[in-house]
């Protein structure tokens, strides 16, 4: 399984950036694709998600509103649409499989997910 991110880059506050996620070797197996992100001296924390099954999807409230999750299934990508972008936003942003995924995002747990990408850079300025 691999998973690549695209996407990244330095934006003004209140601007959008997408991010792209690249996945090779899941299979039709239901499973999950999250966002994640960390920030300097900060720890991972989950983002969003979507399930292959039925596109179901899960936010955290701190991107609720802001934040669009979705997925081309022919093309093996999630997006991450990321609008009003806050200086707060800025980190490196992760996109991680759980292919153990049920039904239940269970908020996110960085144990939950079996394999990540490398990383890609997103800088908001004020």
């Known amino acids: 399984v691999q998973l690549v991110e695209s996407g990244g880059g330095l934006v003004q506050a209140g601007g959008s950036l997408r991010l792209s996620c690249a996945t090779s070797?899941?299979?039709?197996?239901?499973?999950?694709i999250g966002w994640f992100r960390q920030a300097p001296g900060k720890e991972r924390e989950g983002v969003s998600g979507?399930?292959?099954?039925?596109?179901?999807?899960y936010y955290k409230d701190f991107v609720k509103g802001r934040f669009t999750i979705s997925m081309d299934a022919a093309k093996n990508t999630v997006f991450l649409q990321m609008n009003n972008l806050k200086p707060e936003d800025t980190a490196v942003y992760y996109c991680?499989?759980?292919?153990?995924?049920?039904?239940?995002?269970?908020?996110?747990?960085?144990?939950?997910?079996?394999?990540w990408g490398q990383g890609t850079q997103v800088t908001v300025s004020s």
């Open positions: 991680a499989a759980d292919v153990h995924y049920s039904g239940n995002y269970w908020g996110m747990p960085r144990s939950e997910y079996d394999y």
């Open positions: 979507i399930s292959s099954s039925d596109n179901s999807t």
């Open positions: 070797g899941l299979g039709f197996a239901e499973h999950a």
